[in-house]
């Protein structure tokens, strides 16, 4: 994957991922991007860390996988009472959100190590949570981070008719209550992602609107296995020791709370009112360049906050997260500084909410905006100071 996506060239077909695109062209004025690459490399270079492999980083993926085994090991084998396996299946539901969050997720943007082999055993972390590291390569490091927040593109903003989040989105009558019953919802995506959505994803070979290639030689034998991983960990293990009721009801419970950790946390650095939604003219051209569009529509949340940066991955720093998608996550807090430094400096948007709550207060409004029937977006507000 590279530092970032081509902003000028055809991306039609991507040749990195196979997947297909309408044709859509960023403005090619990278000036901005280019200053601002230079100044963050210069910053590693003059504190002399490198941009992956950081010791900090493998001592915190032994810490979540041991969280994440032991969590497991006593909900299967040691619970015996409800009290017991309810906080057990809490925390392994968060342990699988933060597998998410910071491991596949740094491993899947090649920004974990150095070496692919190693980002691509650590990518394999989402197929053991249930997810599927060939289908999350298109979907969000090719469709979502190019093209965040165009409507038809971006797959993340797409929930069919279950929810408007893009002015661009038909609005149906139900999206009226859009903000109180999405919270429910989000509730079911690791489930969703579970039993539906990579089956439908293959079946269909496409994801949202665009067309993708399914899997095949070794990505479909790490596809298979899996899912037959996944699921012999969530159900075939534990039915062998515990009634059906029983494993359902605390599978329920712990993939509720990893789907909607993983929900809120994408929702809070996109689908709120500081960001946009930008569409392209007739021609299949956006008016910024591809460095601009990220800050358009990418917002930071709670930056002050290490134990939220630590627990989600340094998601709270998307604006880093989408310029430099290579730099592993636990270099986003100093890179910030000069990132927010630099679009001051050439006018360019930097979004931030001060805090988590902040966030969702935000989101919250902006769902309300976008199921109304005359709901017509309000123009950017200034980045708050943090
Ligand atoms: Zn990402």
Not at 115 to 124: C, D, I, L
Not at 257 to 266: D, E, K
Not at 270 to 291: I, L
Request: with cysteine; charged share 15%; net charge positive.
């Amino acid at each position: 994957m590279p530092q970032s996506p081509p902003q000028t060239a055809d991306v039609t077909r991507s040749p990195s991922t196979g997947a297909v695109a309408d044709r859509l062209k960023f403005n090619g004025d990278n000036t901005f991007q280019r200053e601002l690459r230079r100044r963050v490399e210069a910053h590693f270079k003059r504190n002399g860390h490198g941009q992956r492999d950081s010791g900090q980083m493998y001592l915190k993926t032994a810490i979540i996988l041991a969280v994440f085994a032991i969590a497991y090991v006593l909900l299967v084998f040691v619970a015996t009472t409800w009290w017991q396996g309810l906080p057990l299946s809490i925390v392994l539901g968060v342990a699988m959100a933060q597998i998410g969050f910071n491991i596949q997720h740094d491993a899947g943007h090649q920004a974990y190590s150095e070496r692919r082999r190693v980002n691509r055993w650590m990518a394999m972390t989402l197929d053991l949570v249930g997810g599927s590291s060939y289908i999350w390569q298109r979907k969000h490091a090719h469709l979502h981070h190019t093209y965040v927040n165009i409507d038809g593109h971006d797959g993340d903003i797409h929930l069919g008719a279950l929810a408007r989040f893009s002015p661009a989105q038909k609005r149906h009558w139900h999206h009226r209550w859009q903000h109180l019953y999405l919270w429910v919802l989000y509730g079911f995506t690791a489930v969703s992602w579970h039993l539906h959505d990579d089956f439908r994803d293959i079946a269909t070979a496409t994801i949202g609107k665009q067309r993708f290639p399914r899997p095949r030689g070794k990505d479909l034998a790490v596809f298979v296995l899996g899912k037959l991983v996944f699921f012999g960990l969530a159900f075939g293990l534990p039915l062998a020791f515990h009634p059906l009721g029983t494993v359902v009801l605390f599978y329920a419970v712990t993939a509720m709370v990893a789907g909607l950790l993983l929900a809120l946390v994408f929702q809070l650095a996109h689908a709120v009112e500081e960001a946009a939604f930008p569409s392209p003219d007739e021609s299949g051209r956006m008016d910024t360049p591809w460095a601009i569009h990220q800050l358009q529509t990418t917002v930071n949340f709670a930056r002050d906050n290490r134990v939220i940066t630590w627990l989600v991955g340094g998601l709270n720093f998307q604006v880093e997260h989408h310029l430099f998608p290579r730099i592993c996550h636990v270099h986003y807090p100093a890179i910030a500084r000069v990132v927010e430094a630099t679009c001051r400096e050439y006018g360019v948007p930097y979004h931030a909410n001060r805090s988590f709550s902040a966030g969702i207060a935000s989101h919250y409004r902006w769902l309300r905006r976008m199921g109304r029937p005359d709901a017509v977006p309000a123009p950017l507000k200034p980045a708050p100071q943090t």
